[in-house]
Antibody, heavy 121, light 105 residues
């Protein structure tokens, strides 16, 4: 069965750092582009970052560019999000999600259960 | 940046009703739009992609239509499990609409 499992969330002070991970199983991870999407408490969905299969193409939302870094390890079937200079507005549930058919034009068809990041002093 | 505006933001309906949710884009998207369903405490679920293609395993009572700047998600006969929040998404730029919360009347 296809699975994505996020980890690494927690409570961090403003200005701090956190590294999220997403473990993939049940499919050929290296064949799919991947995404991070977040959802602040009581709010809608916000795309955060995307990475292509070989990490050649990387995209960020303006709200996180230069603070967050997306990466992947195809040998370990894992996706990561390094988050630096965290702000209160980064507080959210963070989901990793797979691009259907390795295409940005077909939506995200597999999602993890999410990991919660809380930025507070 | 392209903005997506969903209407209504909140919808109250009964089991068996036919409901339509609209997503309007600030610029033309061709057919580059998806719809997701999200239940409380759960991850979103892909329902429709490329405006009208039903994702595998999604019941046929869900349908999508539209192109350019106006898109619709229709549920032909609401079932109890359909009460959730629905989001549209511009696929090329990964922008999401603000969501439509569908509740039981």
């Amino acid at each position: 069965e296809v699975h994505l499992v996020e980890s690494g969330g927690g409570l961090v002070k403003p200005g701090g750092s956190l590294r999220l991970s997403c473990a993939a199983s049940g499919f050929t991870f290296s064949s799919y582009s991947m995404n991070w999407v977040r959802q602040a408490p009581g709010k809608g969905l916000e795309w955060v970052a995307s990475i292509s299969t070989s990490s050649t193409y990387i995209y960020y939302a303006d709200s996180v560019r230069r603070r967050f870094t997306i990466s992947r390890d195809n040998a370990e079937n894992s996706l990561h999000l390094q988050m630096n200079s965290l702000r209160a507005e980064d507080t959210a549930v963070y989901y990793c999600a797979r691009d259907k058919d390795n295409s940005r034009e077909r939506g995200m068809d597999v999602w993890g259960q999410g990991t919660t990041v809380t930025v507070s002093s | 940046d392209i903005q997506l505006t969903q209407s209504p933001s909140f919808l109250s309906a009964s089991v068996g009703d036919r409901v339509t949710i609209t997503c309007r884009a600030s610029q033309g998207l061709s057919s580059s739009l998806a719809w997701y369903q999200q239940k409380p405490g759960k991850a979103p679920k892909l329902l429709i992609y490329t405006a009208s293609t039903l994702q595998s395993g999604v019941p046929s009572r869900f349908s999508g239509s539209g192109s350019g700047t106006e898109f619709t998600l229709t549920i032909s006969s609401l079932q109890p499990e359909d009460f959730a929040t629905y989001y549209c998404q511009h696929l090329n730029r990964v922008t999401f609409g603000q969501g439509t919360r569908l509740e039981i009347k």
